[in-house]
Nanobody, 125 residues
Framework: QVQLVESGGGLVQAGGSLRLSCAAS????????MGWFRQAPGKGREFVAA????????YYADSVKGRFTISRDNAENRVYLQMNSLKPEDTALYYC??????????????????WGQGTQVTVSS
């Protein structure tokens, strides 16, 4: 079983930056592709970014491409989401997730079996 704990959310003005962190425990971290998803009020959960087991491949939603960067540190069992040029429409609860789909890096939430509790990101205009 993998446990995931997100941190780093908060309130920021439009154009600002935040760095989300997700700490993993309870499994062999490098066996998992990792993803970030978000859910805005009144909307479904959507894919944001994903990274393969060794960090060699990354994928982004079109809405965040060029502004967000996903990375991982397998020695520290952590995955990060650097968010720059934030917009009010980025406001959401952000979730970290782990997928045992090696060697694939899925973008569908149904392929992620482990989820954190989420960290709130609020971007004011």
């Amino acid at each position: 079983q993998v446990q995931l704990v997100e941190s780093g959310g908060g309130l920021v003005q439009a154009g600002g930056s935040l760095r989300l962190s997700c700490a993993a425990s309870g499994g062999t971290f490098s066996n998992y592709a990792m993803g970030w998803f978000r859910q805005a009020p009144g909307k479904g959960r959507e894919f944001v970014a994903a990274i393969n087991w060794n960090g060699g491949s990354t994928y982004y939603a079109d809405s965040v491409k060029g502004r967000f960067t996903i990375s991982r540190d397998n020695a520290e069992n952590r995955v990060y989401l650097q968010m720059n040029s934030l917009k009010p429409e980025d406001t959401a609860l952000y979730y970290c997730a782990a997928s045992g789909s090696y060697p694939r890096t899925p973008r569908g939430e149904h392929e992620y079996g482990y989820w954190g509790q989420g960290t709130q990101v609020t971007v004011s205009s």
